[in-house]
Each structure stands twice: as structure tokens, then as C-alpha cells.
DNA sequence: ATAGGGTTAG
């Protein structure tokens, strides 16, 4: 600590004492020498003394004090001007770099080439283009276009703003261009999703003579990672490995992400395993490629081996995307420590971070926790009410998502796109037609009302609302479609069992711009199904390899399966599921089986069923297999995702699997399950319900068990479902007052469907069950799915 | 270099 006497000093000496503080960022000092020259009075105006008390100031960080002593120097030079522009520009406000840029020009100040850069710089940050123009031509009229830091920063600002065509010309004009400039091309036009022009600056970059450094390998890396294109990361990655720049942490990180985007995990966690020295971006990459693909339980894991690491701190950025894994697992108990523990560390006043809560918690269906934050919240905006209206209307509650809505106009929050899709789907829901229209007006006088996805998302609620006159009338009036537009009007005509028009747009697809991808054939395919179209599917099946290079799905086999067997084609429908170049799943079987019912094939059915009990839904199921469910977890949300990780690990079945949570422990069951510890007391359970819910009328639904056994047997098997049994388990476990949340990862069954609704009634609880589609609550005796899923 | 809400099918 310096000691400094009460006598007064000369004025180099505090000049020089100034001086050892700047350079030592010693702020403690400085503001003593500061109070020294005030008391003393002899040097205090002058400029010279408050010029360096300004610099010292800066040099701190302290910005505010700097401008205070600032403001008091009557006559400034332009390194002074620069310094404070500069200071704002790096530690904000923004706009006081802009502000202060201004005043200096008002004063007549004349600005130099070091003052461009720094205002530049802000303006960029702001994304104020319009000033940034401005500055622009000032700066052509001062003749300094052509210096290289002034021309890069104008580069820079450009490429930033999303001007990058402008950018490039005043690029392409340099007289010479160092890495710097080239960085800030390539730093633009990555930042902006340009993938191929990005490798093509950073190609041309080299033949120009000019390497790439660590801020070039940084900056081209995440637009290799959005573009998956994982062939020119590794290319990236021998470039980093040859010029020895790995052990940059920013490049390793980059790297990292890069691989984690691709889904190469393996490659990300080594850079992870062999990078020294990571900090807590490092590990919040290594947690979020696990969370991406899935591998929640690596995730976690990582995440807590942070913790302990201890080295590094836990940023929101952290907690966010580890409370997407919860959100993903539907593990709560994990998502309200992480919360806990972001109330406890202050980071619940991060924005983001209370979003994720909101779409956690909304997510896994605890509405009234995720209503209760969202009260609690201080500052709440777009993304909040839209995570809070998406979470209503997945939760099929569509009633509290347009009430959310209403709400969200009322305190002046302005809906943007992604609350619009999302409110929409609610209408639908609802069969609110009124509302939709509502919305649509609204849409219309924001001017939304031209923008493809609302478009989408309207052509779905008008044909869901059962006007498919209005869907197309949206399609017809859209000034951009895309696939979705044309696979929803197309699914909007099959749902409505006009098959005919469905064709005829699918033909007028075919002349048009996009492609169809796989679910168009979906959607044509469901929707020959649903009029009986079958020579037409058959065709549009057969072709759509060759034609179209669609590898057909499970999904297509699926609606095969469906058009032939709701035709009557049984024996045809049987025989393509045999010659199925894939094992088909229990949808397949399940759409064959729900064909013999409608045809009453007795025969066949107890044939096809066998093979429905084989692979779930109420399959007898292997521990193995099961362990792999939950611990992987919350699958239920994404089916497609599923199979591709079931794929990977090897593993081909599904079966079905209920899980329930009791005090942060899941317990899952598959059907007839009796490894549970209280297998016993979850059996008595059940029988003992079973002989109220027969009391209150309940058969059970024996048609969706169609083997050859005794009917006793049938109604014992499905009164021991998954879902039943972890039901029971709730009801024995968790106090009456407790809600019950059930998830399982196929749809619910029928019967179960029955059977819970009566047990809601008997218990007086309230149950949950989250099947693959959607939430069904349970209370006194109804579901709100209103038997219709 | 890491982080939040969204539409198409069955």
C-alpha cells in the first residue's frame, strides 16, 4: 500500500504517482491521490493533472468516475476524446461511446483515426446501423477510407450489422489487408450462418498469403459446428493441431463445440479430457454436446464433476443448459436443486436462466411451480411469456395459454413469431375457432401475418378448427412457403378425408420450389389412407425412393400399413410388414392390429398380437434394456430421436416403460414388472382397485389384448400395464394431497386410459400420465384429452 | 468459445 504524506506535492509527482497506478490498475491508490490533490487545491484545474486522473480512472474501469472528472476539463484533445470513447465502447453503456463521439464533433473537436475504430465498435455492438452510416461518410470526407484500422473497422461493423455485401466491398477495396481484416470478414459472414462463404474467405486467405491465427480458427468453428460439416472441422482441427495453437483455450473450446455440434461426441470429450487448462466455457460446451444429443447422463455427470472440480465458476450459461437435460429427463427433483442452488449464487436475476426454468418446469407439466416463478420473476420477456404459453398449450391446457396471452398484451410485451406459433396450436386445441381468427387479426395488424412460420402454424389451426376452406385460403395468399406450409395444407386435406385435393397439391408441389421431404410422404401417405386411396399410396410409396432419394422411415411403413389395413388388404398389409427391410416397431404391429380389429380378424389379430406383446408396449421387457430407458430418461418427447439412439446403442426394441418420481428417485415399471421391492403391496394395490373401479362399471377393454388365453388372464395382464403400476405406486408412496406425475414413453393405452380415470375418482387424487404425445390429467373421474388423443 | 420460447404426421 502506498503511503502518502499530508504535505502537498509538486505536480510531476503526482503525475508520476498517477502514472505507477495506471500501469498497476490500482484503484485504491488512485482515488487516494485523487483526494489528496483535492484537498490540497494547488494543481486542481489543472489540465494536465485531470487528464491523467481521467486515464487512471480507465485504466481502473471505473467509467462513471472517469466521465465525472472528464466532464470538469474545460479544453480536451482528441486522445482524451479517444480514451473515453474508448472506455464505453469496451465496458458500455453503448450508446455513451456514441453520445460522447458526438458531443466531440459539436464542439468541434475533430475526430482521428483511433477515434473511428473505438465509436465503430459500438455502433456494432448496438446494431445501430443508421449512426454507423453516418460515421461512415464522415469518415470518407476526412480522406481516411483507406487506413487499414478505419477500413477494418468500417469492415467490421458492417459484417456484424448483417451488411456483409457492404462489407465486402469496402473489403475488396483495401489496399492491403492484414489478418485483422481478414478476421473481420470471416468473424461477419460466420456470424451471420454463411457457411460456404466463410470457407471460402478463410481458402482465399490463405492463397493470399495470409495465415489464419487463433481468432480466425475461433471465429470460422461455430459455423462449421451449425453446418454439421464435420469434415471441414477436422480439417480446422489438423490445421490447429500442425500450427500449434491447441492448446489456445479458446481454440480447444471451439474445437470442442464444433465436434459437440456435429455430434461426434467421442472427439469433443477427448479435446475436453486432453485440454489442461479449461475454464468454465469449456465445460459448459462439453455438458451442452452431451445434453444436444441426448446422453443426458454424461451430462449430469460432467456437470457435477464441475461442481467438485471447483476451479472454474458456474455461469448461467451452465445452469441453462444443464437444466435443459432436466427439462429433457423430466427429472424435476435435478431442476429444482439447480434452481435452489441459482437463488442461492444471485443468478435467478439472469434473464435466460429464469427462462429455462419457466420452459422446464412448464415442460415437464409442473405448471403451477413454473406459474409461481414466472410471478416471482422481475423482468420477464418474449421468450418468458412464450415459454409459458407453449407450456400451457403441451400441457394441453389451452384455456391458461390464452389467458397467458392476454396477460402478455396487457403489460405491453410484444408477442414475436415464436409466441405467435405458439399460441396458435392452442386455438387449434381448443377447437377455438373464434379465437384463432382473433389472432389472426392481430397477426395481421402487426404485420405477422405474412411470415411463413405463422403462415404454417395458421394453415394448422384453420384445418384442426375444421375450416380448411380458411387453411387454404392462407396457403394460397403466402408470399414464401416452405415444406412445412405444403406438408400442413397437405395433412390439413387428409385429415379432413378429401384425399383428391391432397393429390392434386401434392402434383402442384412437384412443380414447385421446395422438396418434399419425408414428412410430406407422411402426410400424402396418411392422407390416402384416410380416403381410401390405396393404389395411389402404393404408388407414392413405391416411387418415393427412386424419385425423390427418400429412404422410407418406420413412419412411412407406419401409413402403409394403416392405408392397406383400413382398406381391408390384411394379408397384403401382413406380408409388407414380413418383407420390412427393417424390424418394424410396435407402431407397425399396432397399426396391424388396430386393421383386425376394424375386420374383425380374430386370427390374425391374436397373431399380430403376439408380436405387440413381444415388443411393447406391455412386453415383458429385459432390466438391461430398461436400466438403458431411464437413465437416458425422458425420451418420451422426441420418438424419432429415440430410435436413432436406440440404433446406436444397439438396441431395437421398445418396450413399454412407466416411470414415476418419488422424492427425486424415478422407479419405472414395464408391464407385469415384479423386480420393484414393493412389488407385493403394488399388486395388492391394484387388485383392491380393481374391485372398485368394477363397482363403478369398468370392463376392461380386452380387445387390446388379443391372445388365446382365458379371459380372467386378459383382464389380469392389462390391470398390471406399466402405467397402472406406476400409478399404484404414486398412490402408495406419495401423500394424498400430492399430484401424481406418471411418464411413459409410448402412447398410453386404452384400457389404462379407462382404468385411471376411475382411479382418479376412487382415490379423490389428482394423476398425471405424460404419454408419448401429450399430458393426460386425471381428476374425479375424466381426463382432460376428453378421450380423444 | 458456452445458454432461453416455435409450425408439418401418426
Redesign the pocket.
Known sequence: MLDIPSENFGIYTYIHLLDTCIQSKSLVEGKKIHEHILKNKTHITKTILLDKLTCMYLACGEIDLARSVFDQIPRRNVILWNSMIRGYAWKGPLDQAIGVYYEMLDLGIKPNKFTFPFVLKACSGLKALEIGREIHSYVKRSGLESDVYVCTALVDFYAKCGCLVEAKNLFDQMPQRDVVAWNAMI?GSSLHGFYEDTVQLVFNMQSSGTSPNTSTL??V??TI?QAKALSQGKNIHGYSVRKMVFED??VA??LL?MYGKCGSLDYARRIFDTTSLK????W??MI?AYVLYDHMREGVETFDQMILDGTVSI????L??VL?AC?KLADMSKGRQIHGYSIKRGSIV????G??LL?MYS?GGILDDAFRLFDEMDTK????Y??MI?GC??NGNAKDALDTFRGMQASGIN?????M??I??ACAHLNALQHGRCNHAYLTVRGFAS????C??LI?MYSKCGRIDFAREVFNRMPKRD??SW??II??Y??HGRGGEALLLFHNLLNDDPKP?Y?TF??LL??C??SGLIAEGKHWFHVMPQDFNIVPR??HY??MV?LLGRGGLLDEAYNFILKMPFEPDV?VWG?MLSACRIHENIKMGEEVSKNVQRLGPEGTGNFVLLSNIYSAGGRWDD??NVRIVQKEQGFKKSPGCSWVEITGTVHAFVGGDRSHPLSMKIYEKLDELSVEMKKLGYQADIGFVLQDVEVEEKERSLLYHSEKLAVAFGILSLCPSKPIVVTKNLRICGDCHSAIKLISKITKRAISVRDA?RFHHFSDGTCNCEDFW
Open positions: 468473424a475461433v471465429a468453428l461455430p459446428g483455450v479458446m473450446t471451439a463445440d475454464n468454465e466455457v469449456t459448459s460446451a451442452g455461469t448461467p450459461a451452465t441453462g443448459t435443459r427439462s439472469d434473464i435466460m436462466m427462462n429455462s420452459a415442460k420477456d418474449t421468450v418468458s412464450s415459454a407453449s398449450v403441451q408477442a414475436d413469431t415464436a409466441t406459433v405458439g396458435l396450436p411470415n411463413t412460420s405463422i404454417n402454424a394448422d415444406i412445412v406438408n400442413a395433412a390439413g387428409g385429415i421431404d414428412v407422411i402426410c396418411s392422407a389412407s384416410h418406420m413412419e407406419i401409413c394403416d407402431r397399426a420418438a424419432a404425445s
